[in-house]
């Protein structure tokens, strides 16, 4: 199974500023395609998880420009321009290339 | 709109079994993939099945493999997950949720706790 490794575990940020996520898979996520199936995932308390980023870059529809996505291989980062409010909650990345599908620990984020 | 309302979760013992159901709307439901998805109290997100349009193909997390079943039924719109032989670690709220190799829409979730 590929495992997926989130640093840190948890951020405090203030609102307006930066934030950044780690993600690391054992095994690249590249398919034989040229596909890389890695996703960003927010649950928020009380809510359902929902989808942010797809395919390592792509924003979901309704997302905001101030989440962005990158990475190649074994190596991803979530990173949010400027943190909100709005945003607190836990973080996933998530890979679909191979079965399982495997997610990361989570990162949770609260608002300084 | 899509919506997924997953039911039939509940309080179990160990050992017994439990089928969670989930109706979906506002899509082509027969031409999607469907997931499973699951988190235990305190845990993160674990995933735990999938099938395909027709329900010809099943895959499962080994934990769960050989105790549940996951079905579909394209005329009603709707999923089932049939666990068998319920453990204290299968506690965990169940989402039922979409599958475009993402997980791009998920339902509110069902809890399920298995407990003596």
């Known amino acids: 199974d590929i495992v997926m490794t989130q640093t840190p575990l948890s951020l405090s940020v203030t609102p307006g500023q930066p934030a950044s996520i780690s993600c690391r898979s054992t095994q690249s996520l590249l398919d034989s395609h040229g596909n890389t199936f890695l996703y960003w995932y927010l649950h928020k308390p009380g809510q359902s998880p929902q989808l942010l980023i797809y395919?390592?870059?792509k924003r979901f529809s309704g997302v905001p420009d101030r989440f962005s996505g990158s990475g190649s291989g074994t190596d991803f980062t979530l990173k949010i321009s400027r943190v909100e409010a709005e945003d607190v909650g836990v973080f996933y990345c998530?890979?679909?290339?191979?079965?399982?599908?495997?997610f990361g620990q989570g990162t949770r984020l609260e608002i300084k | 709109e899509v919506q997924l309302v997953e039911s039939g979760g509940g309080l179990v013992h160990p050992g017994e079994s439990l089928t969670l159901s989930c109706l979906a709307s506002?899509?082509?439901?027969?031409?999607?993939?469907m997931t499973w998805v699951r988190q235990a109290p305190g845990k993160g997100l674990e995933w735990v099945a999938n099938i395909n349009q027709d329900g010809s193909a099943r895959y499962y997390v080994d934990s769960v493999r050989g105790r549940f079943t996951f079905s579909r039924d394209n005329a009603r719109n709707s999923l089932y997950l049939h666990m068998n032989s319920l453990k204290a670690e299968d506690t965990a709220v169940y989402y039922c949720?979409?599958?475009?190799?993402?997980?791009?829409?998920w339902g509110r979730g069902t809890p399920v706790t298995v407990s003596s």
């Open positions: 395919e390592v870059s």
């Open positions: 949720v979409r599958w475009v190799r993402a997980l791009d829409f």
């Open positions: 506002g899509f082509t439901f027969s031409d999607f993939y």
């Open positions: 998530m890979q679909s290339t191979q079965l399982p599908v495997t």
